[in-house]
């Protein structure tokens, strides 16, 4: 019997890998990328040792030609298509009085609108199947707030307010949308970026009740859930993945 189909952005490394590699076990795969690197080839060599048949998509999400790549394999998958999980995303840190507004436009257009357009995509087949999954990925921060990532934290709050949008709009036609809240998660990247990263995981850990840093695998177990059969009752929601940093 063929797999069902799942459409995972920015899956070249971090939690959109993570998370790729834990829908291998019960789906095909439609994978993008940003670049055509070595992180993507060993994301790609993982997901099919575990089954999936898969398809890479490289290019930046705001770029129409890779849009219409992604619309093409949308159309192609579209009787078998299942869920998207739109994970792709940037976060500079600017400080607001340096934020220029073309700036923050991009950041909208990254952290927004490109999740919106992923949404459009599979819209159409889902309806026509009468069932699927569209998850999303935000961060705690559109809850707590920090310096440097206004255009960031505006982006990601809006993208909460469109999963609750959808939710309401897609439940007629059995398709669940909901968003799961990345806390402080840790990836490779950070060891290059974060500067004194021993005093940064100290200071972290003492907002947190659970004392251990979040690993992109926490955020991966959520999506698998919302992904699943037993969370067809659950949508419009934002579930929180932050070892108990913020709780409201």
């Known amino acids: 019997m063929a797999r069902p189909v799942a459409i995972v952005t920015g899956a070249g490394s971090g939690i959109g890998a993570a998370i790729a590699v834990r829908l291998a076990d019960r789906y095909d795969l439609i994978l993008t990328h940003l670049h055509d690197d070595p992180d993507l080839h060993n994301v790609l060599a993982t997901v099919e040792q575990r089954g999936a048949a898969t398809v890479a998509i490289t290019g930046d999400l705001t770029d129409p030609m890779t849009m219409d790549t992604l619309a093409h394999e949308v159309e192609h998958a579209a009787e078998r298509l299942k869920v998207l999980v739109s994970n792709a995303g940037a976060y500079p840190r600017i400080p607001w009085t340096s934020l220029d507004l073309d700036t923050f436009r991009e950041q909208i257009e990254v952290n927004l609108v490109t999740h919106a357009a992923c949404a459009q995509l599979v819209t159409p087949s889902l309806t026509t199947r009468g069932h699927g999954r569209i998850i999303t990925v935000s961060s705690v921060l559109t809850q707590l707030g920090r310096v440097d990532l206004a255009a960031y934290i505006a982006a990601k709050s809006g993208l909460e307010g469109l999963v609750r949008a959808l939710a309401r709009e897609l439940g007629p036609h059995g398709i669940t949308v909901n968003c799961v809240r990345a806390g402080s998660i840790e990836v490779p990247a950070e060891h290059?970026?974060?500067?004194?990263?021993?005093?940064?995981?100290?200071?972290?850990?003492?907002?947190?009740?659970?004392?251990?840093?979040?690993?992109?695998?926490?955020?991966?177990?959520?999506?698998?859930?919302?992904?699943?059969?037993?969370?067809?009752?659950?949508?419009?929601?934002?579930?929180?993945?932050?070892?108990?940093?913020?709780?409201?």
């Open 192 to 248: 290059a970026v974060v500067p004194d990263h021993d005093a940064m995981i100290t200071r972290q850990l003492d907002r947190q009740c659970v004392k251990r840093r979040g690993h992109p695998d926490d955020i991966a177990a959520a999506v698998d859930f919302l992904a699943s059969r037993d969370a067809g009752f659950i949508t419009g929601q934002c579930l929180t993945i932050d070892g108990g940093w913020c709780m409201t």
